[in-house]
C-alpha cells in the first residue's frame, strides 16, 4: 500500500511535479530559490536547508516554462509548514524546505497557472 496515499488523497488540487524557480519578497527582503516540487493551483513545495518562518507571508515570483518561453506567476503566499533536517527524512520526504500556499494571485497568473498545471499532467 502506498503510504502517501492518504495524502494525495486528502489533497485538493493536482500537483505537478516539475521544478522550476521563486523568488520571495518578505519585507525589504528577496530571496531567491531554485529547487522546487510539487506546483498545485493552491501552492509549491520549496526545497531549502534554511526555510522561512512558519506564518511568513510574502509576494512571490514564479517562472514557469510554457513551451520555448518563460511565464511569470504572480501573487502572495504564506509558509505553511516547514521540514528541517532535524526531522527524521524519509524516502517519502521531500527533503528540508517549505510548503508554501497561494493567498492571491495577480491577474492573469491564476488562469496561466491553472493552464500550465493542466497540460503538465501525468496520464493516469
Do not use: W
Not at 530559490?33 to 531549502?48: A, E, H, K
Not at 511565464?71 to 502572495?76: D, L, N, P, V
Request: charged share 25%.
Amino acid at each position: 500500500m502506498d503510504k502517501n496515499a492518504g495524502d494525495k488523497a486528502r489533497r485538493k488540487c493536482a500537483r505537478v511535479g516539475f521544478e522550476t524557480t521563486i523568488s520571495l519578497e518578505v519585507g525589504d527582503k528577496t530571496y531567491n530559490y531554485d529547487r522546487t516540487y510539487d506546483v498545485s493551483m493552491n501552492g509549491i513545495f520549496v526545497s531549502t536547508a534554511q526555510p522561512l518562518d512558519l506564518g511568513v507571508t510574502a509576494r512571490f515570483v514564479m517562472k514557469l516554462a510554457v513551451g520555448m518561453r518563460n511565464e511569470e506567476i504572480k501573487g502572495s503566499c504564506l509558509v505553511v509548514r516547514t521540514i528541517s533536517f532535524d526531522d527524521g527524512l524519509s524516502g517519502e520526504t521531500p527533503g528540508p524546505g517549505m510548503a508554501l500556499k497561494f493567498t492571491d494571485l495577480d491577474d492573469d497568473s491564476g488562469a496561466m497557472l491553472y493552464q500550465i498545471i493542466r497540460h503538465n499532467q501525468p496520464v493516469e
